[in-house]
């Protein structure tokens, strides 16, 4: 049975504690292989702040049926890494560009089992805004409470096979070979029956480390 969750985050604080933030220098602004943007994007539906991630379908090339936020890799018609997030989040969510204000940036993060370097930005979402999900990519939008993932009773641990280091699994498909897996702990959250891990995990946690120390 999962905890209750005692403590409200506001939408004002969370915005102070992102905006205007940038990623570190030396991630590039280019279309080059295995970069990808994504947004985290926050609302208050009248319980407070959540921040909204997706799950992916089953019917999607690389991490099926993992929570993760809104986004994908670059295009080329895409001017920078923000219209790509911003892109991938009207196309997954079905909202409309102008229900997002961009607020800044986080530090940018490894996927496990497809190395990618993911770019997260952060924003906000008008609560105004109706959701048509691309179902062949998104089985599922869920606003998590960012109280329970500041609660310590949220946090986990999982173990998980995943490709060894350098053989990640669009190598793997590449060129037939089977990937070499190893066991390895990872951290997560929990939120109502719902496992949060690998990448998305770590940016949640960057996020809830900028809200405690703001």
């Known amino acids: 049975m999962t905890r209750a969750v005692s403590t409200t985050v506001t939408l004002a604080s969370v ?3 992102m905006r205007g933030r940038t990623r570190p220098s030396g991630v590039p602004e280019t279309t080059m292989p295995r970069i990808a943007a994504v947004y985290a994007l926050f609302a208050d539906y009248g319980d407070g702040a959540t921040v909204t991630l997706i799950r992916r379908s089953e019917d999607v090339s690389q991490h099926r049926g ?8 670059v295009e080329p018609d895409d001017v ?3 219209a790509t997030a911003l892109r991938e989040v009207i196309e997954e969510l079905g909202v409309n560009a102008s229900d997002v204000e961009p607020w800044g940036e986080l530090n940018p993060e490894m996927t496990v089992t497809s190395g ?8 906000r979402l008008a609560s105004r805004a109706k959701f048509n999900p691309e179902r062949r990519e998104v089985a599922e939008v869920v606003h998590v409470p960012l109280a329970a993932l500041v609660d310590p009773a949220g946090g986990r641990t999982i173990s998980r096979l995943v490709p060894a280091i ?3 699994e669009q190598d793997m498909a590449r060129d037939g070979r089977r990937a070499a897996l190893e066991l390895k702990t990872y951290g997560a959250y929990a939120y ?4 949060i891990w690998g990448a998305t995990a770590r940016i949640l946690a960057q996020m809830v480390s900028i809200m405690k120390a703001a």
Do not use: D, M, Q, S
Request: no cysteine; charged share 15%.
């Open 80 to 82: 920078n890494l923000h």
């Open 15 to 17: 915005e102070k504690a």
């Open 66 to 73: 993992e929570y993760a936020f809104p986004g994908g890799g």
């Open 166 to 168: 350098g053989t990640a």
């Open 192 to 195: 109502n029956g719902r496992i």
């Open 116 to 123: 990618y370097l993911i770019v997260p930005f952060t924003g």
